[in-house]
Structure formats: C-alpha cells, structure tokens
C-alpha cells in the first residue's frame, strides 16, 4: 500500500514499549521520512511522530519496527474530556485524516462504522471511557450517517502520549503489519513479536553476511534476518520448534542442536541473534546441558536462577565462539547479563517490555 499524501500531514506509529527510541531511528534513517515532534508513552505502547518528506512515498511495510501507524487528526493539552473531544476531532483534521486513509485503503462511503479507543495515563481528571465517550458524540455530530460498531470501518484513536498532552489518529494498518505480511504457517506459544525481532536483527548491524539464532523458537528471527538481506539459519534444542520453524520459514536451513554446543566451527558467522529462553521457557530438566530439575520452595527457585544464569554464560560463551571477530551477539534475557564474557564486551542494551514482562535486549561486540 502506498499513496502521495495529498498535503504534508503528520503520522505517528505505536511500537512494543522500550522499541519507541529504536524505532525513531528507523524513522531517521528512511530516505522518505523524517522525525516529528518527540514522541511518547501512553500506557501501553511507545509512540512515535513522523512526516513524508515531500515528493516521497509512505510504505507501512517499510517500517519494520512499528505495530500500528496513524495518520494524525489533531492534538491537544488539558482540559476536560468534551473540550479535548472537541479539539481532537475537529472537522479538518478529520476530512484531512480521511482523505489520506481512502487513499491508502480505497474503501470509503457516506455510511461508515467506526470505533474509538482512548488510552489516558492518568485517570484523575476524568476516566478514558468518558473522553471515548465524547469522542463518539463529536463525531456522530459532524457525521450523522456512521455508527458505532467493534469491528469497525474505521479506527479513531485518541492517547496521552505525555502528562495532560494528546493526539488522536486514523488507524491506517491492520493486523498485517503486525504479522509483518500474514499469519504464519504454525502458531507456538510465546513466539517473539515481529516488532523485537526485526530491531534485534537491525542492532546486529548491516547485511549482507551469515547470521545464526541459536534459540530459534517459530523462527521469527530468522525471517526477520533473511527479509533484512542476511544468510540467516537457526536451530533450537527443542524438536517441536525446529519443526515449527521449518513450516513458517520454508527453505531457511533450520535443525536440531544445543545453543551450550553449536555444530558450527569457529567465527563461522557474522552475527548471533537470538531471544534466549527465560521464565517459563526456560526448563532446567529439558538436557543434561540446562541443569538439574530445581527443588521446590525458595532453594529451588534460587537454584533455577542459578542455573538459567550458568546456563545464559554458557550460551553467551558458544554464540562468541561461532562469531568472528568484530561481529555482534544480540540477545533477548531479562538480567542480570555480564557486561563481559569470553570474546564479547557489552555496547548497548535495550530495555523492553514483551506482554508485559520486563526484558532487555543486550548487544555484545565480538572482541
């Protein structure tokens, strides 16, 4: 999908939070975009304010760390919840919104059904079902033919991105976006976001070259690395993952190996890439290599902790082993990380939040 804007308006995207920075970046780094205002939090996503550069073209595809994109009706600070309604759903704003969104879907008439979703930080003022609330009556004012329906038309969604500032939007993506192009062959549980991975696979540094994911899970890594222009493969330890990373990445070369014992000779790869299994993924029984089973109450969970540490050295170790030298080990892991391991030297980590688990993402330089 892609469209001139027919004037210079605003956009902004929604990302998994703690991305909102790397995202920005993206944006920054796009020949036919530009960075807007600072962007925000609204409670639960990172946004993030862009322009077109003129002349240019909006590609959504192109922005492979962004969940949503909006086109921007309006913004506005304060007040109470009809005030801001009024000033967030002008008449302008809207028909500017919709214009650009009936050029980037095509489907547009005077009888519309469309939804509100409001996100509002702090809820002592009023509460965000009262301003989604006079949003719907401002809009069925000016357009007495919509109606109200969940799944709508039409999205309009109106968020504090910042203490009593807002701005609402016209959703212009769907769940393609998210899924980065469709659904994917199998479903596991706890698969990565698409989102993490492709700003995993952008920290890794610059393709081409060979890059591995030692954990690969549903392969969603290894898409990401292939789609970005790498000679991406994986493996993971469990055969139910192997196998479902070989439906959703067909042709990609994925097999079965321990991340603590890699079949690969030495600097093999330009680049490790990998979410390295924690919480309840993280099964100390499932090989010899993970430890022993953890014992029940305290000790036990001071033992599993112990053991997914040893077992994080352990995979930190064989990922530098398999990078050459002046390459990067990217990983995903809530910490404690060391900040050194044999071969690699912490740059940069990244803190995010994925279905409301605090994590990181750690960027290593192979020494």
């Given at each position: 999908?892609?469209?001139?804007?027919?004037?210079?308006?605003?956009?902004?995207?929604?990302?998994?939070?703690?991305?909102?920075?790397?995202?920005?970046?993206?944006?920054?780094?796009?020949?036919?975009?530009?960075?807007?205002?600072e962007g925000g939090f609204d409670g639960r996503a990172d946004l993030v304010f862009f322009r077109v550069r003129r002349g240019a073209r909006l590609r959504l595809d192109g922005l492979r760390l962004?969940?949503?994109?909006?086109?921007?009706?309006?913004?506005?600070?304060?007040?109470?919840?009809?005030?801001?309604?009024?000033?967030?759903?002008?008449?302008?704003?809207?028909?500017?919104?919709?214009?650009?969104?009936?050029?980037?879907?095509?489907?547009?008439?005077?009888?519309?059904?469309?939804?509100?979703?409001?996100?509002?930080?702090?809820?002592?003022?009023?509460?965000?079902?009262?301003?989604?609330?006079?949003?719907?009556?401002?809009?069925?004012?000016?357009?007495?033919?919509?109606?109200?329906?969940?799944?709508?038309?039409?999205?309009?969604?109106?968020?504090?991105?910042?203490?009593?500032?807002?701005?609402?939007?016209?959703?212009?993506?769907d769940q393609r976006l998210r899924r980065h192009g469709g659904k994917r062959a199998s479903e596991r549980h706890g698969a990565l976001r698409p989102v993490a991975a492709a700003a995993m696979v952008?920290?890794?540094?610059?393709?081409?070259?060979?890059?591995?994911?030692?954990?690969?899970?549903?392969?969603?890594?290894?898409?990401?690395?292939?789609?970005?222009?790498?000679?991406?493969?994986?493996?993971?330890?469990?055969?139910?993952?192997?196998?479902?990373?070989?439906?959703?990445?067909?042709?990609?070369?994925?097999?079965?190996?321990?991340?603590?014992?890699?079949?690969?000779?030495?600097?093999?790869?330009?680049?490790?890439?990998?979410?390295?299994?924690?919480?309840?993924?993280?099964?100390?029984?499932?090989?010899?290599?993970?430890?022993?089973?953890?014992?029940?109450?305290?000790?036990?969970?001071?033992?599993?902790?112990?053991?997914?540490?040893?077992?994080?050295?352990?995979?930190?170790?064989?990922?530098?082993?398999?990078?050459?030298?002046?390459?990067?080990?990217?990983?995903?892991?809530?910490?404690?990380?060391?900040?050194?391991?044999?071969?690699?030297?912490?740059?940069?980590?990244?803190?995010?939040?994925?279905?409301?688990?605090?994590?990181?993402?750690?960027?290593?330089?192979?020494?």
């Amino acid at each position: 999908m892609a469209t001139d804007p027919p004037v210079r308006v605003s956009f902004f995207a929604a990302t998994v939070p703690g991305l909102g920075p790397l995202l920005r970046d993206e944006v920054a780094a796009h020949p036919d975009l530009e960075p807007g205002d600072e962007g925000g939090f609204d409670g639960r996503a990172d946004l993030v304010f862009f322009r077109v550069r003129r002349g240019a073209r909006l590609r959504l595809d192109g922005l492979r760390l962004a969940e949503d994109v909006f086109v921007t009706i309006s913004g506005a600070r304060g007040g109470s919840a009809d005030r801001l309604a009024a000033s967030l759903v002008t008449k302008a704003g809207l028909e500017r919104a919709l214009s650009v969104r009936a050029a980037y879907v095509r489907h547009l008439s005077p009888a519309m059904t469309f939804r509100v979703i409001t996100r509002v930080v702090d809820e002592s003022r009023f509460k965000r079902t009262e301003l989604r609330g006079a949003i719907e009556r401002a809009i069925g004012a000016s357009r007495p033919r919509w109606r109200i329906a969940d799944p709508a038309d039409l999205e309009v969604w109106a968020v504090e991105h910042r203490r009593a500032r807002f701005v609402s939007g016209l959703r212009l993506s769907d769940q393609r976006l998210r899924r980065h192009g469709g659904k994917r062959a199998s479903e596991r549980h706890g698969a990565l976001r698409p989102v993490a991975a492709a700003a995993m696979v952008r920290l890794a540094g610059a393709p081409p070259g060979r890059l591995l994911d030692p954990c690969c899970g549903s392969g969603t890594i290894v898409q990401e690395a292939l789609a970005a222009g790498w000679d991406a493969q994986g493996s993971d330890l469990d055969q139910e993952a192997v196998d479902v990373a070989r439906a959703n990445v067909a042709g990609a070369v994925i097999r079965r190996a321990d991340a603590l014992s890699l079949p690969h000779p030495d600097s093999a790869f330009d680049a490790v890439v990998t979410n390295l299994p924690f919480g309840r993924q993280f099964r100390p029984d499932a090989a010899r290599s993970r430890g022993a089973p953890a014992a029940p109450g305290h000790a036990g969970r001071r033992s599993a902790a112990s053991g997914h540490a040893a077992w994080v050295r352990g995979a930190l170790r064989e990922a530098a082993r398999v990078t050459r030298p002046g390459g990067r080990v990217v990983v995903l892991v809530p910490p404690p990380v060391p900040g050194r391991a044999d071969g690699l030297t912490l740059s940069a980590s990244h803190p995010v939040e994925l279905r409301g688990v605090p994590a990181r993402i750690w960027v290593f330089d192979r020494s």
